[in-house]
């Protein structure tokens, strides 16, 4: 455990995207957790799964697997915030379709381990392996929750930055929208000898009427002023 906390506290998450910071923590996953032959991060956004980081393709075919059918072991484990483990697929009976499918691809013991700090992405960790009861020890356990851990911080720090970039694109989009709206009130001003009140009355009247954004029409105004000017 102590080699896996130590190469989990060195993932750097600063100035790199989520699916490189995942790909590292998987990599991570597949060598640390005892049993683990293959191992996948699910995400789940809108009720729709995907994988967002995989270590071999044994975990990409079984997590595509459960998302054609909307259910399994990770998509469940995601959803509701608990633990499923599966010791043998060829006697697993709680998601009878899925297991007979995977089996046929060479899985027969699965591990899924929520994100523990979920807000507006929610997911899980899962592991994989060729053999039976490959993650019934503690030890296996306790290693993917670490993992698990590190995956939720990754995620809550990639929708915090997502956040903010937005923000900063609303904000800009607003300042955008406010000086051609000013540009627009200030050719109204100019051409019907109104004070501003006025002019963003007629403005705000004529959204309604044509059934546009006052933006657009705004920009229409303000277009319509400059290409008057370049004519003469």
């Known amino acids: 455990m102590e080699a896996l906390w130590r190469d989990l506290s060195r ?16 990599d991570i996953a597949a060598r640390s957790i005892p049993g683990a032959e293959s191992t996948s991060i699910t995400l789940v956004r809108d009720d ?33 915030g608990v633990v499923l483990r599966i010791d043998d697929m060829t006697t697993e009976q709680r998601w009878p379709d899925y297991v007979r499918r995977v089996v046929e691809v060479g899985v027969r013991s699965s591990l899924s381990t929520p994100l523990p700090y979920q807000g507006s992405t929610v997911g899980a960790l899962n592991v994989y392996s060729t053999h039976p009861e490959a993650f019934a020890s503690e030890e ?16 809550v720090n990639a929708d915090a930055q997502d956040r903010v970039t937005e923000h900063a694109r609303n904000m800009g989009l607003a300042m955008e929208t406010r000086a051609v709206i000013e540009q627009a009130k200030g050719v109204l001003m100019a051409q019907r000898g109104v004070d501003a009140e006025k002019a963003f ?21 303000v277009a319509a ?8």
């Open 11 to 26: 993932v750097v998450l600063a100035d790199r995207g989520l699916a490189e910071v995942l790909g590292e923590v998987t």
């Open 48 to 80: 729709r799964g995907f994988t967002a980081a995989h270590t071999g393709e044994l975990a990409l075919t079984a997590d595509e697997l459960q998302y054609e059918r909307g259910y399994g072991p990770c998509l469940d484990a995601a959803r509701a």
């Open 140 to 155: 296996s356990r306790v290693a993917a929750r670490a993992v698990a851990e590190a995956v939720a911080v990754a995620v």
């Open 201 to 221: 009355d007629i403005l705000r009247e004529a959204s309604q009427r044509y059934n546009r954004k006052l933006r657009d029409i705004a920009v229409g105004i």
């Open 225 to 232: 002023t400059s290409s008057g000017r370049s004519s003469r």
